[in-house]
């Protein structure tokens, strides 16, 4: 009976190691295909999974960088306009306080014209007369260095744009609206007009 007892404990370790030696043996095949799995890299469905990933934040960083671009596309824009307008501001203001000074010498020229005419035809080679020409002409060469020029009035067709009429006159020398006399000088600067020409039109 002892003996019985003896070979069934032994067919039954037996079986204990046998199965041991079995469950080894799978977990060592699990372990290789794992590794083998691992070196091969990954399958193509984990790979497709891994494209759609990358595409996907390949597709916001582009996203973003077409927005920075944006920005400062229109950054640039901004800053190029507010250039432009500023410069054209300090143009203009420069411009206006060119015309205030210009007019404000006019004037000048003005009597220095009266002056000149009113010498006696004896004495223009005199000193006084000398000297006031001088000055006259230095100031008027310094007016058209800053390009001030006379507005061209008598035998000119009358143009309200340049000429300012304030009396119509009869002339058998020019025909009708052609300006026949000056009575005060106009002047341009850069083309604009800084002081209109005062005119007697034929009527």
Same mark, same amino acid.
């Given at each position: 009976? =002892?003996?019985?007892?003896?070979?069934?404990?032994?067919?039954?370790?037996?079986l204990?190691?046998?199965t041991?030696?079995?469950?080894?043996?799978? &977990?060592?095949?699990?372990?290789?295909?794992? =590794?083998?799995?691992?070196?091969? @890299?990954?399958?193509? +469905?984990?790979?497709?999974?891994d494209?759609k990933?990358?595409? +996907?934040k390949?597709?916001?960083?582009?996203?973003?960088?077409?927005?920075?671009?944006d !920005?400062?596309?229109?950054q640039?824009?901004?800053?190029?306009?507010f250039?432009? !307008?500023?410069?054209? $501001?300090?143009?203009?203001?420069f411009?206006?306080?060119?015309?205030?000074?210009? %007019?404000?010498?006019?004037p000048v020229?003005d009597?220095?014209?009266? @002056?000149?005419?009113?010498? #006696?035809?004896?004495?223009?080679? @005199?000193?006084?007369? &000398? @000297? /006031?020409?001088?000055i006259?002409?230095?100031? /008027?060469? %310094?007016?058209?260095?800053?390009?001030v020029? #006379?507005? #061209?009035?008598?035998g000119?067709?009358?143009?309200?744009?340049?000429?300012?009429?304030v /009396?119509q006159? $009869?002339?058998e020398?020019?025909?009708?609206?052609?300006v026949?006399?000056?009575?005060?000088?106009?002047?341009?600067y850069r083309e604009s007009?800084? !002081?209109?020409? /005062?005119?007697?039109?034929?009527?």
């Amino acid at each position: 009976m =002892a003996e019985e007892k003896d070979r069934v404990n032994e067919a039954e370790e037996e079986l204990e190691q046998e199965t041991e030696r079995e469950t080894e043996t799978e &977990q060592a095949e699990t372990e290789e295909v794992t =590794a083998q799995a691992a070196q091969e @890299g990954p399958t193509p +469905k984990e790979e497709k999974k891994d494209k759609k990933k990358k595409d +996907k934040k390949q597709d916001a960083l582009k996203v973003k960088i077409d927005e920075l671009e944006d !920005r400062v596309k229109r950054q640039m824009a901004e800053f190029e306009n507010f250039r432009k !307008r500023t410069e054209k $501001e300090k143009t203009a203001m420069f411009e206006t306080g060119a015309k205030s000074v210009i %007019e404000k010498i006019l004037p000048v020229v003005d009597n220095f014209e009266r @002056g000149l005419a009113s010498i #006696p035809e004896g004495e223009n080679d @005199g000193a006084v007369a &000398q @000297g /006031m020409q001088m000055i006259y002409k230095q100031l /008027m060469t %310094e007016l058209e260095n800053l390009d001030v020029k #006379p507005i #061209p009035a008598v035998g000119e067709e009358f143009n309200p744009e340049f000429h300012n009429a304030v /009396m119509q006159v $009869e002339s058998e020398e020019f025909e009708s609206g052609i300006v026949a006399q000056e009575l005060q000088k106009g002047y341009t600067y850069r083309e604009s007009v800084v !002081r209109h020409s /005062m005119v007697a039109v034929v009527m």
